[in-house]
């Protein structure tokens, strides 16, 4: 294992990265919040099911 190698690498990758503009994160959180309120939906209905069906939960 080569650090001093590995950690160059580790640095050049963060003086490439950007801070993403207001739009880009917005999107991005959006898109996010959307994937969690569809897991949450997917996992109430798993519920809902699993109560109405004989011998569940």
Known sequence: ???PKELGAYTRVL????TPSWEEF?????????????????????FVLM???PGGA
Do not use: E, P, T, W
């Open 26 to 46: 917005s999107r991005v959180a959006a898109i996010a919040g959307v994937g969690v309120i569809l897991v949450g939906i997917l996992g109430f209905l798993i």
């Open 15 to 18: 003086k490439l990265a950007s």
């Open 51 to 53: 109560n109405f069906v």
């Open 1 to 3: 294992m080569q650090v």
